[in-house]
């Protein structure tokens, strides 16, 4: 089989020191990879590492890549203030494999843990900007982009908007200033920056954004980054009030996100479905749905998950009206809430609770749970409207004029002050 080897030329340029880097790769590499299965191994591990360092020089992947963890080891436990200064003094920490780390580092608590998330996006900053000569100036530019963009988002779900505008601003300055055109990393600017476009309720221009991030990935080809601009568009239309298209996204993503290879992504599309169903009081498909996301979430779900799916199981019960049953969710999830200091979830599910309780007319229930939660809401952190919605609540349920309406409205409410607030 002639072909499945070197032409003689070939073999005799690279002997001779000539062969041009790109006719290596294209030639020579490949050819050594078919034929050696512990090579081929170390090759996919290479291109695993310059995934994860998100650099395109496969000995920059491996070395800092490696070397990243230990940089991080020496940080991790010390005070914050520490941490900068010390990135401002030891050069060995002035790495792209360590920056990459710190982002994400930084994307994991973003949810979890926002202000960790704040801290180590400035920590990214601080290295970004000793990355010397041996990079590329426009590759650094783009992850400068990046360290600017979830910067912005972890304030965003601080609810510190004004500095998130300000943080995506500084983000799209350097990608106008970076010449490699990159799209991905455009992509994934916009798709955070549309994010918050949402909590700032501006939610035709996040809808814009999540459409230009949809056609990009499109375009390029990356299925992860499609099934993202799915759920996000979704999520969207869904605080627009167009739950009917937001369902129908929802649905075609199932077909779109392969769940092989993307099994997160794929599970909170349907995870999303589900809630788009109850919204629509369409409790039939959301019990039909339901065992199908449960055995999903207990795979690959966090702790926290599974309790906002247990809330589903609530208002499930509740549109067919098993009370018993929804009335002992609901309280389970509050508690559960409480305990982890989630103030506006634990405020919005027991509303849920008052709405079951003023649809059955019970008067004297509906004024314990106002009296009991009171106390409990004014010792969690959560912003002042929340306040005001609970003690329009307690007004209410003392005046006996607590209506299964008017649970609705204030839980509307309470979303839309949230979502406003960074949530």
């Not at 590492?49 to 395109?56: A, C, D, F, S």
Request: proline share 3%; hydrophobic share 45%.
């Amino acid at each position: 089989m002639e072909d499945a080897h070197l032409s003689l030329e070939t073999l005799a340029k690279w002997l001779s020191g000539v062969l041009e880097h790109d006719e290596m790769l294209r030639l020579v590499i490949p050819h050594f990879l078919a034929r050696c299965s512990v090579c081929r191994e170390r090759h996919e591990e290479i291109l695993a590492l310059q995934k994860e360092v998100g650099h395109w020089d496969e000995q920059v992947a491996v070395v800092e890549g490696r070397q990243a963890p230990e940089l991080w080891a020496r940080l991790a436990e010390r005070p914050y203030p520490d941490q900068l200064r010390e990135i401002e003094e030891d050069e060995e920490l002035h790495a792209w494999g360590l920056c990459q780390l710190l982002l994400r580092r930084s994307q994991e608590a973003t949810f979890n843990d926002p202000g960790k998330a704040v801290e180590l996006a400035n920590l990214a900053l601080r290295v970004v900007r000793h990355l010397g000569v041996a990079y590329d100036p426009s590759w650094v530019t783009d992850l400068r982009a990046r360290c600017f963009a979830y910067l912005g988002n972890a304030r965003r779900v601080l609810g510190e908007l004004r500095s998130a505008e300000d943080a995506f601003l500084k983000a799209e300055n350097c990608l106008a200033r970076s010449m490699t055109g990159n799209a991905e990393i455009q992509a994934e600017v916009l798709d955070l920056k549309s994010s918050l476009r949402r909590a700032q309720r501006r939610l035709d221009e996040a809808l814009e954004l999540a459409d230009r991030v949809l056609s990009i990935h499109k375009e390029i080809g990356d299925p992860h980054g499609l099934g993202k601009s799915f759920l996000q568009k979704a999520k969207i239309l869904e605080e627009m009030g167009d739950l009917t298209r937001s369902v129908e996204l929802l649905q075609a993503a199932a077909t779109e996100i392969n769940r092989i290879n993307e099994p997160r992504l794929f599970v909170y599309a349907r995870y999303n479905l589900l809630g788009c169903l109850i919204l629509m009081d369409r409790f039939d498909e959301a019990k039909e749905l339901l065992p199908e996301v449960r055995g999903f979430l207990q795979q690959a779900a966090q702790p926290i998950d599974l309790v906002r799916l247990h809330w589903a199981e609530g208002l499930i019960d509740l549109g067919f009206g098993r009370l018993g049953p929804a009335e002992a969710a609901f309280r389970e999830v509050q508690k559960e809430f409480l305990s982890r200091q989630m103030g506006y979830d634990a405020a919005l599910v027991s509303l849920d609770l008052a709405r079951l309780y003023a649809q059955e007319g019970c008067v004297d229930d509906l004024k314990r749970l106002a009296a009991e939660l009171m106390p409990i809401f004014e010792s969690q952190d959560v912003h002042r409207e929340a306040i005001v919605a609970l003690l329009m609540f307690q007004r209410a349920c003392e005046e006996e004029r607590m209506t299964v309406e008017l649970v609705r409205e204030l839980a509307t409410y309470l979303r839309r002050e949230r979502r406003g607030n960074g949530g």
